[in-house]
């Protein structure tokens, strides 16, 4: 089987020239929120839906595509009509993926821009069951996945190094088994844990200011904004609704966001208790998509069950910092050498001594939720 690998060639930059749809993008993956959230989708006169759908991975001039998000498309139709009665105009239940897009975001109609709205968050919920249960009926392994995500990540990062946009350093990969099975038996409950960070790539900025063109920039060309997953993100390096309001651009643009601005605050920035009150970074963990080559012969399916497809999606961490914070980081008690012997520490301890030492670790710990910009 063949894969394929579409160019992405969606431009980068700066925070002056973000819309208002570049700022609402931006935020959604700082805070880890969610597109079922949003009652519109902001886009002005300048965004463009067909790099929308690039940013999707999908090309609508691909009939294997097209026919993908047809049939998706008509499931959510019947979904919110037999479940909801919800009346869906029939010029919103044929409308192609880009139509659907500028209707959620006109100003013209607002029956038909709530009903785009609708239709379009109940295809994204149908359209990552749907590439669920085909991911498990898929004829590659895992390891040729992240191979070919790895491939598509390096691509793309080159290509900014190449252009000398602000990139100064990337790593990452697949994380070690070992290292992953710490990483579990941290957790609350492993058994039930989800390990997001299979994949891991840190990228490094050359200013702070340089961070969010850069989020934007990654976000058209390697995963779609409302891929995000929901409750994963945490920021410690930008205060976002300050940090707006202190470039006249985006302070201009912060009054428009749909939803109340002052909902960073009520946010826990960090999840991990093994982690530095001064550690800064943005993480995020996100499904990027693959487009397949032959997509008939990639899946063990009857036609039907699974229902083959041309996109299938890979979950990876990623992680955005500048130089200076990151040379701040590792030169001291927020390094990650540091952070993963904190990590161990506390595994050893609950192995040894069950929840004495997870109780003992997390007194000494008490103080790591305290952090400040």
Not at 121 to 127: A, E, G, L, P, Q
Not at 245 to 261: N, S, T, W
Not at 298 to 316: C, H, Q, S
Request: proline share 5%; charged share 25%; hydrophobic share 40%.
């Amino acid at each position: 089987m063949s894969t394929v690998h579409r160019a992405s060639d969606l431009p980068y930059y700066d925070v002056d020239r973000f819309t208002l749809f570049d700022l609402e993008m931006v935020r959604l993956i700082l805070r880890g929120g969610s597109i079922l959230d949003w009652h519109r989708l902001n886009l002005g006169p300048t965004d463009d839906v067909q790099a929308i759908c690039t940013s999707l991975g999908i090309d609508l001039d691909d009939p294997d595509d097209a026919a993908m998000v047809e049939r998706i498309r008509d499931e959510a139709v019947a979904y919110l009509r037999e479940t909801f009665d919800f009346p869906i105009p029939a010029p919103v239940a044929r409308a192609s993926l880009p139509d659907l897009l500028r209707l959620a975001a006109s100003t013209d109609n607002r029956h038909r821009q709530l009903c785009a709205c609708t239709l379009l968050k109940t295809m994204h919920v149908i359209n990552h069951f749907d590439a669920s249960e085909a991911r498990q009926a898929l004829e590659l392994t895992d390891q040729e996945l992240f191979r070919m995500a790895e491939q598509r990540i390096y691509r793309v990062v080159s290509r900014m190094m190449a252009e000398q946009l602000p990139v100064v350093e990337f790593m990452g990969g697949r994380k070690q088994r070992g290292s992953m099975v710490t990483k579990l038996l941290s957790k609350t409950d492993p058994l039930s844990a989800q390990l997001f960070d299979k994949m891991r790539f840190r990228v490094i900025t050359a200013t702070r200011d340089d961070v969010l063109p850069t989020i934007a920039f990654l976000s058209r060309n390697l995963f779609p904004f409302n891929h995000v997953l929901a409750g994963e993100s945490y920021n410690t390096l930008l205060p976002f609704i300050s940090y707006c309001r202190q470039h006249a651009h985006l302070a201009g643009l912060v009054e428009q966001l749909q939803i109340d601005p002052g909902i960073e605050d009520r946010l826990n920035p960090m999840t991990n208790r093994h982690s530095s009150p001064s550690y800064r970074v943005v993480h995020w963990v996100a499904d990027m998509p693959l487009p397949l080559g032959d997509s008939r012969g990639a899946f063990r399916t009857d036609g039907l069950n699974p229902v083959p497809r041309p996109l299938i999606y890979v979950r990876a961490e990623l992680q955005i910092l500048d130089r200076k914070t990151h040379r701040r980081n590792e030169g001291g008690d927020a390094s990650h050498r540091r952070y993963k012997s904190r990590q161990r520490a506390a595994v050893e301890d609950r192995l040894k001594l069950g929840a004495r030492g997870v109780l003992s670790r997390a007194m000494e710990d008490d103080d790591s939720s305290d952090l400040v910009y």
